[in-house]
């Protein structure tokens, strides 16, 4: 086995500097622990960027891609496929959509529903060239999501972008009402911004966004890359929010860390694809689909109420952080908190003394400490991470 040097010289030599790494490699995990190669244990929340929704090793996820591997891992989309179908089923079942389209990553289901709502309006012959996002937004790392994402340093550096993107405030209702016009095609919104620092959607602007597209044949669609398969508590994240979006994209919890995510649509945009207007070669295959049906199913039979428990447990928690100067607000929806923190404190300092002190916790924009657990975390490990960072606050001298 290769030592934590070892591993890093490789990755030096090798790999294309994209990544900003901690100084840690992880062998193993079970539960919400997990160990790395100098055997040390951590306390994991942050599941992997909000995806391992079952933790590590959970032993129904592991059997099943097992089982599935044994049988065939991927025959390609040429051909019928049993874990698929049940997939789809299972998942848009109860739900207000009608038709997915599975693929492999928030990226790539973000690109799908932003090429399935320019086929909706040159199937109905409309010119609606104009895509708007919010600023702040993260929807991915291909050169439209990154254009869709409104944040310049993502994508400034790799223009020229496709044009049909415009970003307007977050939480500013006025300004993009101002922004949608008769040539605008989708209004594309997080109900939590994950990566700016888990922003949380006003419900107002939210609502009165909705009326506003369905008011002017504009279709809504929901990034759930980040807020659904149960994170924010219930099943998709614009459920808290009463409306009915046309599109919404699912990626990171939806296979609990095995890659697939999925674009999911309801009404005429539900039926705007034919065949040859969209593919995959790997999406959905055998292995991805049943992996997440494991997820999909243990959500529908208790899970999805354990979150919600877990997240107002840990939101207290974490809430008692409020004490200290340095932490200005605390916020998100079930196990998808932030800690935002004043300038006189680094998230990135945090997260790094608390990996040290056996903790895992996520950085996010606008100096926010961001918490995104398994959803089969237990009480105790909450209690432990949460008293080591009261801990780590308490002797934080600023
Ligand atoms: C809201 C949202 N959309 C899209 C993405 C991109 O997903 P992926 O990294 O799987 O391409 C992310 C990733 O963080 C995200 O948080």
Redesign the pocket.
């Known amino acids: 086995m290769l030592d934590l040097r070892q591993i890093k010289e490789l990755d030096a030599k090798n790999y294309m500097h994209t990544f900003s790494r901690q100084n840690i490699c992880f062998t193993h995990g079970k539960g919400s622990k997990l160990y790395d190669t100098f055997g040390n244990e951590y306390i994991d929340l942050g599941g992997g960027?909000a995806v391992n929704c079952l933790g590590h090793d959970d032993a129904e996820l592991t059997a099943a891609i097992c089982e599935q591997a044994h049988k065939l891992i991927h025959s390609s989309n040429l051909y019928y496929n049993e874990p698929q179908a049940l997939l789809c089923e299972e998942l848009l079942s109860g739900t207000i959509f009608e038709r997915a389209f599975l693929c492999n990553?928030?990226?790539?289901a973000?690109e799908g529903a932003i090429k399935l709502v320019r086929k909706h309006f040159y199937n109905k012959g409309e010119n609606r060239p104009k895509i708007i996002t919010a600023k702040g937004s993260?929807?991915?790392?291909t050169i439209a999501?990154v254009t869709a994402t409104g944040q310049e340093k993502y994508n400034k550096p790799f223009a020229p972008l496709p044009p049909g993107f415009t970003h307007v405030p977050y939480n500013d209702f006025a300004a993009l009402k101002n922004e949608a016009d008769e040539h605008t095609a989708a209004i594309m919104l997080?109900v939590i911004q994950?990566?700016s620092g888990v922003l949380p959607a006003d419900y107002d602007y939210i609502v009165n966004a909705y009326a506003l597209a369905k008011s002017r044949g504009i279709l809504f669609v929901i990034?759930e890359?980040?807020t659904g398969m149960g994170r924010t508590g219930k099943m998709f994240g614009f459920e808290h929010y009463g409306i009915q979006p046309d599109i919404i994209t699912l990626?990171?919890g939806l296979g609990g860390g095995v890659p697939i995510?999925a674009v999911l649509a309801r009404g005429d945009a539900a039926t705007a694809f034919a065949p040859g207007d969209h593919g995959t070669t790997f999406g959905g295959n055998p292995l991805a689909c049943a992996a997440a049906r494991v997820v999909v199913n243990r959500l529908k039979n208790g899970l999805l109420e354990e979150v919600a428990k877990k997240g107002e447990y840990l939101l207290g928690k974490l809430s008692k952080l409020k004490k200290f100067n340095f932490v200005r607000d605390v916020r998100g929806k079930g196990l998808l908190l932030g800690v935002n923190l004043t300038e006189k404190v680094q998230n990135a300092e945090i997260v790094g003394k608390m990996a040290a002190n056996g903790v895992i916790i996520l950085t996010a924009g606008n100096n926010t400490l961001r918490f995104a657990p398994a959803y089969t975390i237990t009480k105790e490990e909450t209690d432990e991470a949460c008293n080591k960072l009261m801990d780590l606050f308490a002797h934080t001298n600023v």
């Open positions: 960027i990553s928030g990226a790539e973000n993260f929807h991915g790392r999501t997080e994950g990566e990034d890359v980040q990626a990171k995510g």
